[in-house]
């Protein structure tokens, strides 16, 4: 084999791995972006899904169970990456869990998870509505989409 | 015929770019998986553990909702093998899954699929199975702690769940 051989098949090979390499990285890189996007909407979606038909459904202890799950896991993937509708969610979660607490007489309980949902509606870009004010809003929502089948 | 070396040359150059080429191609799908697995936003916020829970409970929720597209995606005449096999997938699920909390959710999911089985055996007129399929139905909601877990309240939560699936259809015209 002649140097120039030697170079020219040198030259082949990095050209290749390289080229092979980035355009791969780049390509997956896109496809797991969108994976990962797409599997946070769909896990948040799913235990709202959970959360919502315990709530309508279930006693009041597993309702609230199912309702700390969601919240638990919403204001985790608030933290890593935060996003305006998560925040609005996560407010409309703890609205429900105080309404849950109201039905059982516990004012204290009812009033914590109020004072949570304020600051996550606040954080969603709704600042300065009261407790009832918030609660009439959640309620609104809830009718709009059991009328509309979605819950 | 003797070849000449220009094309000798330009043939292995070829082959080895090729080769190069896919190798490099594998080599990137690799990395940028591990690059992900370990650089995804804000994961590092996270301590190890924690990080692992999270993964697990994303993996397995997102797998509950693939496995409901499916279920409500399929056409009616294999609906039924669907439902027994997602029973079976559930199931399965359910016994390798660590957190107690997602076990709730797939329960509830294989609740539904019981009663999604139990109705269209009902249909077909499979009275025994129907039966036996709502038995097991009513048995996990009421571990679920649902109030009302009669037959009559499940088959109107099941077709609430058919009608978020479904789209508005036009009305057809009148002749």
């Known amino acids: ?151 | 015929m003797k070849r000449s070396p220009i094309g000798v040359w330009f043939s292995v150059a070829l082959a080895i770019l090729v080769l190069s080429l896919w190798a490099g191609s594998l080599l990137g799908s690799a990395s940028a998986r591990y690059w992900y697995s370990q650089h995804q936003p804000g994961t590092q916020i996270l301590p190890v553990p924690e990080r692992k829970q999270l993964e697990s409970e994303l993996a397995e929720l997102t797998a509950l909702q693939i496995l409901q597209l499916f279920a409500r995606a399929t056409p009616e005449e294999k609906k039924q093998q669907y439902t027994l096999d997602e029973i079976k997938t559930l199931e399965e699920l359910k016994q390798s899954s660590k957190e107690p909390e997602i076990k709730s959710v797939m329960d509830l999911e294989l609740g539904l699929a019981y009663l999604r089985a139990a109705m269209t055996e009902e249909r077909n007129k499979n009275e025994q199975l129907a039966k036996k399929y709502m038995q097991s139905a009513q048995a996990i909601f009421k571990s679920l702690g649902w109030q009302d877990y009669s037959e009559e309240a499940l088959k109107a939560v099941e077709k609430r769940e058919l009608a978020k699936w479904e789209h508005p259809r036009p009305k057809a015209r009148e002749k």
């Open chain 1, 1 to 151: 084999m002649t140097p120039a051989a030697r170079i020219v098949y040198l030259l082949a090979l990095v050209i290749g791995l390289s080229v092979g390499a980035l355009f791969a990285f780049w390509y997956k890189a896109e496809l797991l972006k969108h994976y990962y996007d797409g599997r946070r909407f769909a896990a948040s979606s799913e235990l709202d899904d959970f959360s919502s038909m315990q709530y309508r459904h279930a006693d009041a202890e597993h309702a609230k169970t199912g309702l700390l799950a969601s919240a638990r896991l919403l204001e985790k993937l608030e933290t890593l990456s935060p996003e305006t509708n998560q925040k609005l969610d996560l407010a409309g979660t703890y609205t429900h869990l105080a309404w849950l607490e109201d039905t059982a007489n516990n004012a204290q309980a009812s009033h914590d998870y109020m004072a949570k949902a304020q600051y996550w509606y606040a954080a969603g870009g709704h600042p300065g509505h009261s407790d009832s004010e918030i609660k009439a809003l959640f309620s609104k929502r809830d009718k709009i989409f059991e009328k509309a089948g979605i819950r």
